[in-house]
Protein backbone atom coordinates (compact mmCIF):
# COMPACT_ATOMS: atom_id res chain seq x y z
CA UNK A 1 0.00 0.00 0.00
CA UNK A 2 1.40 3.03 -1.13
CA UNK A 3 2.31 6.09 1.94
CA UNK A 4 -0.11 8.44 -0.22
CA UNK A 5 -3.21 6.27 0.22
CA UNK A 6 -2.79 5.47 4.13
CA UNK A 7 -2.61 9.40 4.41
CA UNK A 8 -5.94 9.61 2.91
CA UNK A 9 -7.39 7.73 5.11
CA UNK A 10 -6.23 9.59 7.89
CA UNK A 11 -6.26 12.79 6.72
CA UNK A 12 -9.45 15.41 7.93
CA UNK A 13 -10.97 17.99 6.31
CA UNK A 14 -11.50 21.32 8.43
CA UNK A 15 -15.53 20.34 8.17
CA UNK A 16 -14.59 17.23 9.47
CA UNK A 17 -12.85 18.60 12.11
CA UNK A 18 -15.07 20.75 12.87
CA UNK A 19 -17.60 18.64 13.55
CA UNK A 20 -16.07 16.54 15.69
CA UNK A 21 -15.10 19.28 18.16
CA UNK A 22 -18.57 20.08 18.22
CA UNK A 23 -19.86 16.67 18.90
CA UNK A 24 -17.18 16.46 21.57
CA UNK A 25 -17.90 19.52 23.05
CA UNK A 26 -21.63 18.27 23.43
CA UNK A 27 -20.57 14.82 24.74
CA UNK A 28 -18.72 17.02 27.28
CA UNK A 29 -22.22 19.18 28.19
CA UNK A 30 -24.14 16.30 28.56
CA UNK A 31 -21.21 14.35 30.95
CA UNK A 32 -20.97 18.11 33.62
CA UNK A 33 -24.79 18.71 33.30
CA UNK A 34 -25.30 17.00 36.82
CA UNK A 35 -22.93 18.83 38.59
CA UNK A 36 -23.51 21.81 37.49
CA UNK A 37 -27.05 21.15 38.43
CA UNK A 38 -26.17 20.66 41.66
CA UNK A 39 -23.65 23.40 41.96
CA UNK A 40 -26.70 25.98 40.71
CA UNK A 41 -29.72 24.18 42.45
CA UNK A 42 -28.79 23.12 45.96
CA UNK A 43 -31.70 21.26 47.78
CA UNK A 44 -32.89 21.78 51.07
CA UNK A 45 -32.57 18.00 53.12
CA UNK A 46 -36.05 18.22 54.91
CA UNK A 47 -36.15 18.77 58.48
CA UNK A 48 -37.35 16.05 61.12
CA UNK A 49 -40.02 17.96 62.12
CA UNK A 50 -41.34 18.37 58.33
CA UNK A 51 -41.26 14.46 58.44
CA UNK A 52 -43.31 14.30 61.38
CA UNK A 53 -45.80 16.52 60.05
CA UNK A 54 -46.30 14.99 56.74
CA UNK A 55 -47.14 11.34 58.76
CA UNK A 56 -49.37 13.15 60.86
CA UNK A 57 -51.14 14.45 57.79
CA UNK A 58 -50.93 11.15 56.27
CA UNK A 59 -52.76 9.42 59.93
CA UNK A 60 -55.26 11.81 59.81
CA UNK A 61 -56.19 10.89 56.63
CA UNK A 62 -56.40 7.60 56.92
CA UNK A 63 -58.41 8.15 60.13
CA UNK A 64 -60.62 9.71 58.02
CA UNK A 65 -61.26 7.50 55.52
CA UNK A 66 -62.26 4.51 58.50
CA UNK A 67 -64.50 7.08 60.06
CA UNK A 68 -66.25 7.22 56.31
CA UNK A 69 -66.21 3.41 55.99
CA UNK A 70 -67.88 2.19 59.33
CA UNK A 71 -69.52 5.19 59.60
CA UNK A 72 -73.01 3.10 59.80
CA UNK A 73 -71.55 -0.01 61.54
CA UNK A 74 -72.89 0.22 65.34
CA UNK A 75 -70.29 0.30 67.95
CA UNK A 76 -67.44 0.34 65.24
CA UNK A 77 -63.94 2.43 66.34
CA UNK A 78 -62.66 3.74 63.20
CA UNK A 79 -59.19 4.04 64.48
CA UNK A 80 -59.09 -0.35 65.43
CA UNK A 81 -56.78 -1.12 62.31
CA UNK A 82 -53.84 1.77 63.99
CA UNK A 83 -53.82 0.20 67.36
CA UNK A 84 -54.51 -3.55 68.91
CA UNK A 85 -57.36 -4.22 70.50
CA UNK A 86 -57.48 -4.11 74.07
CA UNK A 87 -58.89 -6.93 76.04
CA UNK A 88 -62.11 -6.68 77.80
CA UNK A 89 -61.95 -6.52 81.74
CA UNK A 90 -65.32 -7.59 82.10
CA UNK A 91 -65.53 -10.14 79.57
CA UNK A 92 -67.77 -13.13 79.68
CA UNK A 93 -66.54 -15.98 81.13
CA UNK A 94 -67.76 -19.54 81.09
CA UNK A 95 -69.76 -20.65 83.73
CA UNK A 96 -70.89 -23.73 85.35
CA UNK A 97 -74.42 -23.59 85.87
CA UNK A 98 -76.84 -25.89 88.08
CA UNK A 99 -80.60 -25.52 88.49
CA UNK A 100 -81.15 -22.56 91.38
CA UNK A 101 -83.84 -19.98 92.45
CA UNK A 102 -82.03 -16.62 91.78
CA UNK A 103 -83.97 -15.50 94.58
CA UNK A 104 -82.97 -18.14 97.43
CA UNK A 105 -79.32 -18.63 96.09
CA UNK A 106 -76.79 -17.95 98.73
CA UNK A 107 -73.48 -15.93 97.85
CA UNK A 108 -71.98 -19.23 97.79
CA UNK A 109 -74.09 -20.84 95.61
CA UNK A 110 -73.18 -17.93 93.34
CA UNK A 111 -69.59 -18.32 93.53
CA UNK A 112 -69.87 -21.64 92.37
CA UNK A 113 -71.22 -21.34 89.23
CA UNK A 114 -68.32 -18.93 88.51
CA UNK A 115 -70.16 -15.41 88.90
CA UNK A 116 -67.58 -12.67 89.74
CA UNK A 117 -67.96 -11.18 93.99
CA UNK A 118 -68.52 -7.85 92.59
CA UNK A 119 -71.44 -9.31 90.67
CA UNK A 120 -72.62 -11.37 93.81
CA UNK A 121 -72.61 -8.22 95.89
CA UNK A 122 -74.45 -6.26 93.64
CA UNK A 123 -77.45 -9.26 93.68
CA UNK A 124 -77.21 -9.42 97.29
CA UNK A 125 -78.00 -5.71 97.87
CA UNK A 126 -80.88 -6.25 95.09
CA UNK A 127 -82.50 -8.72 96.93
CA UNK A 128 -81.70 -6.90 100.27
CA UNK A 129 -83.81 -4.07 98.93
CA UNK A 130 -86.60 -5.88 98.15
CA UNK A 131 -85.73 -6.82 94.77
CA UNK A 132 -86.97 -10.02 93.19
CA UNK A 133 -86.65 -12.09 90.35
CA UNK A 134 -90.02 -12.76 88.95
CA UNK A 135 -89.08 -14.11 85.23
CA UNK A 136 -86.05 -15.32 84.35
CA UNK A 137 -84.83 -12.84 81.67
CA UNK A 138 -84.68 -10.90 84.77
CA UNK A 139 -81.07 -11.83 85.29
CA UNK A 140 -80.33 -9.54 82.34
CA UNK A 141 -81.27 -6.64 84.33
CA UNK A 142 -78.46 -7.11 86.70
CA UNK A 143 -75.67 -4.90 86.13
CA UNK A 144 -72.25 -6.78 85.86
CA UNK A 145 -74.14 -9.77 84.22
CA UNK A 146 -73.08 -9.79 80.28
CA UNK A 147 -75.68 -11.35 77.62
CA UNK A 148 -73.61 -13.99 77.10
CA UNK A 149 -73.51 -15.02 80.51
CA UNK A 150 -77.22 -14.66 81.02
CA UNK A 151 -78.00 -16.83 78.02
CA UNK A 152 -76.11 -19.57 79.81
CA UNK A 153 -78.01 -18.82 83.38
CA UNK A 154 -81.20 -18.63 81.79
CA UNK A 155 -81.91 -22.12 81.16
CA UNK A 156 -81.07 -23.23 84.66
CA UNK A 157 -83.28 -20.53 86.64
CA UNK A 158 -86.35 -22.29 88.13
CA UNK A 159 -87.95 -19.51 90.37
CA UNK A 160 -90.34 -20.37 93.27
CA UNK A 161 -93.87 -19.52 93.02
CA UNK A 162 -95.24 -17.51 95.95
CA UNK A 163 -98.43 -18.93 97.93
CA UNK A 164 -99.78 -15.56 97.01
CA UNK A 165 -99.13 -15.31 93.12
CA UNK A 166 -100.71 -19.36 93.23
CA UNK A 167 -103.50 -17.46 94.84
CA UNK A 168 -104.15 -15.09 92.12
CA UNK A 169 -104.00 -17.57 89.34
CA UNK A 170 -106.75 -19.73 91.01
CA UNK A 171 -109.03 -17.14 91.72
CA UNK A 172 -110.59 -17.13 88.28
CA UNK A 173 -112.07 -21.08 89.30
CA UNK A 174 -115.76 -19.71 90.38
CA UNK A 175 -116.62 -22.69 92.76
CA UNK A 176 -114.41 -24.70 95.61
CA UNK A 177 -115.13 -27.64 93.28
CA UNK A 178 -113.15 -26.52 90.78
CA UNK A 179 -110.51 -25.57 92.51
CA UNK A 180 -110.34 -28.63 93.89
CA UNK A 181 -110.35 -30.25 90.79
CA UNK A 182 -107.13 -27.73 89.81
CA UNK A 183 -105.27 -28.59 92.70
CA UNK A 184 -105.52 -32.73 91.91
CA UNK A 185 -102.52 -34.08 92.06
CA UNK A 186 -100.57 -36.02 89.29
CA UNK A 187 -97.47 -38.88 89.28
CA UNK A 188 -95.05 -37.50 86.87
CA UNK A 189 -94.13 -40.85 86.34
CA UNK A 190 -97.02 -42.64 85.65
CA UNK A 191 -99.15 -39.44 84.14
CA UNK A 192 -100.52 -40.23 80.54
CA UNK A 193 -100.70 -37.13 77.72
CA UNK A 194 -104.17 -36.99 78.52
CA UNK A 195 -103.44 -36.63 82.44
CA UNK A 196 -100.75 -33.46 81.50
CA UNK A 197 -103.22 -31.85 79.66
CA UNK A 198 -105.16 -31.18 82.22
CA UNK A 199 -103.21 -29.16 83.66
CA UNK A 200 -103.30 -25.27 82.83
CA UNK A 201 -100.87 -24.09 80.04
CA UNK A 202 -100.41 -27.25 78.50
CA UNK A 203 -101.63 -28.52 75.53
CA UNK A 204 -101.40 -31.75 73.40
CA UNK A 205 -97.74 -30.37 72.45
CA UNK A 206 -96.18 -30.24 75.67
CA UNK A 207 -97.86 -33.22 76.82
CA UNK A 208 -96.53 -35.24 74.29
CA UNK A 209 -93.20 -33.45 75.00
CA UNK A 210 -92.95 -34.28 79.09
CA UNK A 211 -94.15 -37.83 77.93
CA UNK A 212 -91.28 -38.16 75.52
CA UNK A 213 -88.76 -36.69 77.52
CA UNK A 214 -89.65 -38.74 80.57
CA UNK A 215 -89.38 -41.89 78.33
CA UNK A 216 -85.86 -41.48 76.83
CA UNK A 217 -84.72 -40.61 80.23
CA UNK A 218 -86.05 -43.69 82.01
CA UNK A 219 -88.42 -41.90 84.12
CA UNK A 220 -88.24 -38.91 86.69
CA UNK A 221 -86.06 -38.47 89.85
CA UNK A 222 -87.30 -35.42 91.31
CA UNK A 223 -90.11 -33.05 90.14
CA UNK A 224 -87.71 -30.43 89.19
CA UNK A 225 -86.63 -32.59 85.72
CA UNK A 226 -90.19 -31.76 84.47
CA UNK A 227 -89.10 -28.15 83.76
CA UNK A 228 -86.08 -29.62 81.81
CA UNK A 229 -88.83 -30.34 79.08
CA UNK A 230 -88.35 -28.62 75.50
CA UNK A 231 -90.29 -25.78 74.96
CA UNK A 232 -91.99 -25.64 78.54
CA UNK A 233 -92.26 -22.01 80.12
CA UNK A 234 -90.11 -21.92 83.34
CA UNK A 235 -94.18 -19.62 84.50
CA UNK A 236 -95.84 -22.68 83.00
CA UNK A 237 -93.94 -24.85 85.13
CA UNK A 238 -93.99 -23.12 87.94
CA UNK A 239 -97.78 -22.84 87.60
CA UNK A 240 -98.37 -26.61 87.46
CA UNK A 241 -95.33 -27.51 90.16
CA UNK A 242 -98.00 -27.73 93.03
CA UNK A 243 -99.62 -30.25 91.52
CA UNK A 244 -96.76 -32.18 90.30
CA UNK A 245 -95.99 -35.62 92.90
CA UNK A 246 -93.73 -38.53 92.83
CA UNK A 247 -94.97 -41.39 93.86
CA UNK A 248 -92.66 -43.99 92.68
CA UNK A 249 -88.91 -44.10 91.18
CA UNK A 250 -88.82 -47.05 89.36
CA UNK A 251 -85.97 -45.79 86.91
CA UNK A 252 -84.31 -47.21 83.90
CA UNK A 253 -81.01 -47.62 83.89
CA UNK A 254 -78.16 -48.31 81.99
CA UNK A 255 -75.19 -50.85 82.51
CA UNK A 256 -72.16 -48.63 81.72
CA UNK A 257 -69.80 -51.72 81.54
CA UNK A 258 -71.44 -53.42 78.17
CA UNK A 259 -73.63 -50.28 76.84
CA UNK A 260 -72.25 -49.23 73.71
CA UNK A 261 -71.95 -45.42 72.40
CA UNK A 262 -75.23 -45.93 70.48
CA UNK A 263 -77.02 -47.06 73.54
CA UNK A 264 -75.60 -44.24 75.66
CA UNK A 265 -75.73 -41.47 73.60
CA UNK A 266 -79.77 -42.03 73.37
CA UNK A 267 -80.10 -40.94 76.73
CA UNK A 268 -80.47 -37.06 77.56
CA UNK A 269 -78.10 -36.08 80.22
CA UNK A 270 -75.52 -38.55 78.52
CA UNK A 271 -74.57 -37.25 74.74
CA UNK A 272 -71.93 -38.41 72.49
CA UNK A 273 -68.92 -36.84 73.80
CA UNK A 274 -69.66 -38.04 77.60
CA UNK A 275 -71.18 -41.51 75.86
CA UNK A 276 -67.65 -41.57 73.78
CA UNK A 277 -65.57 -40.95 76.52
CA UNK A 278 -67.34 -43.23 78.95
CA UNK A 279 -66.77 -46.31 76.16
CA UNK A 280 -63.07 -45.02 75.76
CA UNK A 281 -62.51 -45.00 79.14
CA UNK A 282 -63.68 -48.35 80.01
CA UNK A 283 -61.90 -49.87 77.05
CA UNK A 284 -58.56 -48.66 78.38
CA UNK A 285 -59.04 -49.37 81.98
CA UNK A 286 -61.17 -52.20 81.84
CA UNK A 287 -64.77 -52.56 83.57
CA UNK A 288 -65.89 -49.66 85.74
CA UNK A 289 -65.84 -51.64 89.72
CA UNK A 290 -68.92 -48.61 91.10
CA UNK A 291 -70.49 -45.81 89.57
CA UNK A 292 -68.56 -43.31 91.39
CA UNK A 293 -65.50 -44.42 88.67
CA UNK A 294 -67.06 -42.18 86.06
CA UNK A 295 -65.58 -39.54 88.01
CA UNK A 296 -62.35 -40.15 86.99
CA UNK A 297 -63.04 -39.07 83.43
CA UNK A 298 -62.01 -35.39 83.18
CA UNK A 299 -65.68 -34.65 80.92
CA UNK A 300 -67.47 -35.93 84.14
CA UNK A 301 -67.12 -33.50 87.90
CA UNK A 302 -69.51 -33.32 90.48
CA UNK A 303 -72.66 -31.81 89.01
CA UNK A 304 -72.54 -34.03 86.16
CA UNK A 305 -72.02 -37.37 87.99
CA UNK A 306 -75.19 -36.29 90.67
CA UNK A 307 -77.21 -35.65 87.31
CA UNK A 308 -76.93 -39.20 85.62
CA UNK A 309 -75.82 -41.64 88.79
CA UNK A 310 -79.83 -42.58 89.26
CA UNK A 311 -79.91 -43.61 85.35
CA UNK A 312 -76.43 -45.88 85.46
CA UNK A 313 -75.31 -48.82 87.13
CA UNK A 314 -72.15 -51.21 87.23
CA UNK A 315 -73.80 -54.82 86.34
CA UNK A 316 -76.90 -56.68 85.30
Not at 128 to 138: E, L, P, T
Not at 263 to 285: D, G, W
Request: glycine share 4%; aromatic share 12%.
Amino acid sequence: MSRQNKNHYLHFTKKERNGTAFLLLIILLIALIPFLVTFFYKKEIPSVLDYTNEVEALKQKQAENSRKKFANTEDSDPYEHYYPKKENSYSAVSLHPFYFDPNTLSADGWKKMGIREKTIATIQNYLSKGGRFKVADDIKKIWGIKEEEAEQLIPWIRIAETDKAAEKKYAIFETKKEYEKVLELIDINQADSSAWESLPGIGAKLSQRIVNFRNKLGGFYKIDQVGETFGLPDSTFQLIRKRLELRGREIKTIDINTATVEELKLHPYIRYNLANAIVQYRTQHGNFAQAEDLKKIMLIDEITYTKISPYIRTND
